[in-house]
């Protein structure tokens, strides 16, 4: 059964947004600290955003100021949204809601 299921990844110019969904099931979405992490070629898999139950977000510095997390309890989704994207924000990015579920993951590539 897939219980998180990602979309909105895909090539943009730097500069641009993107906005990265995540579908949860009722009960994940309920009772679990939701987040994302990437992972670029050739690197270390990194945390890049979490939200708490009560709506508490944590970034990571690189991304402060750019990427916004939220989550819409009426339709059990999750969303990301990337503003003033970098060639470096290039990575697969997963939905997590830790430690046991992951995403199939998403790209999201930022070139000219």
């Known amino acids: 059964q897939v219980q998180l299921v990602e979309s909105g990844g895909g090539l943009v110019q730097p500069g641009g947004s993107l906005r990265l969904s995540c579908a949860a099931s009722g009960t994940i979405f309920s009772r679990y600290d939701m987040g994302w992490f990437r992972q670029a070629p050739g690197k270390q898999r990194e945390l890049v955003a979490v939200i708490n139950k009560g709506g508490r977000t944590i970034y990571v510095d690189s991304v402060k100021g750019r990427f916004t997390l939220s989550k819409d309890s009426a339709k059990n989704t999750m969303y990301l949204q990337m503003n003033s994207l970098k060639p470096e924000d290039t990575a697969v990015y997963y939905c997590?809601?830790?430690?046991?579920?992951w995403g199939q993951g998403t790209q999201v590539t930022v070139s000219s």
């Open positions: 997590v809601a830790p430690p046991n579920y």
